[in-house]
């Protein structure tokens, strides 16, 4: 028997059995803080990923719906939850948006009913994206998807008057929304005003209000009241659309969300 | 039918005792976690995720109950040699199968619907009573889903090992998503080599027919013609694994 041996058997189980656990608690303290000291470094020194930055290599949604083994759903939403929030990291940093369009098309392929993803991408890619052409697709796919929705021609009549001034195809697209079941009264009236050619800040005042009215959106509803805010500065209005803005119901967002936090109406307009 | 009975409640005795239904209390943990946490980051979409994601995980939970319970079922009293004693009763085989199904799917059944009340719940308190009908409907097809493959996996079980049981149990349920691609696959395959992938798509079980996650995310409530087609389709393909369980089980050698 070895001196280490007989050391070992000459020490009771119990106090054995601490040392084991002692020594064991020991390794994993010092192995998680050379663990999480070595990603703090990485954080520094390597380069870091970009949300999203992996659904640029994924070929397409009809390629995720096959892969998603009846998960479809689900997939569409954790990936709706990493586009807004590459939407936000981008809106507070370079306010450049190049996989925002692939995104958005691979969550509407998921589920091609996803209404906020096509309205949200959809006037986002026009506005903040500069990418009017591919805001326009997302919508109208939206629109052939779902062909008995209002919503989508009247998102495609809202972002041609405000986007383009096209005041012509705004006026189809409201008139198709005013059409199709369940439309609320405002799409004829904005196709009315869209066809008369009436006073372009009216209208834009009123369909920025519908959107802040309407959206279960914080964002949607930020942009909105940011656009109604510069439409009626100087009017005299100011103090009745801050009345008015206090009494929104409040709707659940991240901070940046909230009214007022000064996200600055960037819509391309011609 | 007895006999039956007291296999099966042996069988969901013994999925009890392996603390099966403890996942039920974890996934209503989970649940009321995650709705508290996207519901700020979500814009306007925390509780269709929160619904979406509580489907999906009653699901994926339901598969892992049935390749880690089921697909062992028979093998382990083989192994224990407890089968002998069994059997040494005044018991058939068939009896002996079928119970164990029936005790595996009721063992299924009650976590899925524990669980599914949990997401009743949630989904009224966060989508209103219109949330009812299709959460109701998607736990009933998603119950008749696990049957289907409580089935599968006791036909493995008396076939083969557990680690094969569940390699074989797991994809049929991947491939069970993607039968009519299969069938579409076979439109544009050659003469036999064709007919073979089709017939395959309708061997595999197709579980998109109990799949009712868009109809929840939408609230829509599926046609009760769906629903009845779903059920008659679980019973007569349980039924159909279940014969071809008790031939392979019949002709074992048990030593």
């Known amino acids: 028997m070895t001196r280490l041996e007989s050391h070992a058997t000459a020490m009771p189980a119990a106090r054995r059995n601490w040392r084991t656990i002692g020594l064991a608690l020991g390794v994993f303290a010092l192995a998680a803080t050379a663990a999480v000291g070595q990603l703090v470094w990485s954080h520094h020194h390597v380069r870091q990923a970009e949300p999203l930055e992996e659904l640029a290599y994924y070929p397409s949604g009809a390629w995720l719906s096959q892969a998603a083994v009846g998960e479809r759903i689900a997939w569409s939403d954790l990936l709706w939850l990493r586009a807004v929030q590459y939407y936000g990291m981008h809106r507070e940093t370079d306010n450049t948006f190049g996989k925002m369009a692939h995104v958005f098309d691979i969550i509407t392929t998921l589920d091609p009913q996803f209404q906020n993803a096509y309205v949200f991408g959809g006037t986002s890619l026009c506005q903040e994206g500069r990418q009017f052409d591919a805001g326009v697709q997302l919508l109208e796919k939206g629109a052939r998807n779902n062909p008995t929705v209002w919503v989508y021609p009247f998102e495609l009549g809202f972002v041609h008057y405000l986007g383009k001034r096209n005041l012509t195809r705004a006026t189809f697209e409201f008139a198709q929304a005013a059409r199709l079941p369940n439309a609320p009264d405002y799409c004829e009236r904005f196709a009315a005003w869209s066809g008369q050619r009436a006073g372009y800040e009216e209208v834009a005042t009123q369909l920025w209000r519908e959107v802040a009215e309407t959206t279960d959106n914080a964002i949607l509803r930020d942009k909105a009241i940011a656009h109604l805010r510069q439409l009626l500065k100087g009017s005299g209005q100011e103090m009745r659309l801050e009345a008015w803005v206090a009494g929104l119901k409040p709707l659940a967002g991240p901070p940046s969300a909230q009214h007022g936090s000064g996200l600055v109406p960037t819509l391309e307009t011609e | ?255």
């Not at chain 2, 007919?195 to 868009?214: E, K």
């Open chain 2, 1 to 255: 039918m007895s006999a039956v009975l007291t296999v099966a409640r042996g069988t969901f005795r013994e999925a009890l005792r392996d603390r099966v239904l403890f996942l039920v209390v974890g996934f209503a943990l989970a649940l009321l976690v995650l709705g508290h946490l996207l519901a700020p980051l979500a814009l306007g979409e925390g509780s269709r995720i929160t619904i979406d994601l509580g489907l999906s995980v009653l699901g994926l939970i339901g598969i892992v109950i049935v390749a880690l319970v089921g697909t062992n079922l028979v093998h382990k009293e083989i192994e224990r040699r407890t089968i002998h004693v069994v059997l040494s009763r005044p018991l058939s085989r068939t009896t002996y199968l079928v119970g164990k199904w029936v005790g595996l799917a009721a063992t299924m059944g009650a976590a899925v619907g524990a669980m599914g009340a949990i997401l009743l719940v949630m989904g009224i308190w966060l989508r209103g009573p219109a949330a009812i009908g299709p959460i109701v409907q998607a736990v009933f097809l998603v119950a008749l889903a696990d049957a289907v493959l409580a089935a599968l996996a006791v036909l493995f079980s008396s076939l083969s090992t557990p680690v094969l049981s569940i390699v074989y149990t797991l994809g049929l349920y991947a491939t069970g998503y993607w039968t009519s691609d299969l069938r579409e696959f076979a439109r544009a395959m050659p003469g036999t080599l064709g007919a073979i992938v089709r017939g395959a798509s309708y061997a595999i079980p197709n579980l998109d027919l109990f799949n009712l996650r868009s109809q929840v995310a939408h609230l829509e409530v599926a046609t009760s013609a769906h629903i009845a087609i779903a059920l008659g389709y679980a019973t007569c393909y349980a039924a159909a694994v279940l014969a071809l369980a008790v031939v392979a089980f019949e002709r074992r050698e048990l030593k």
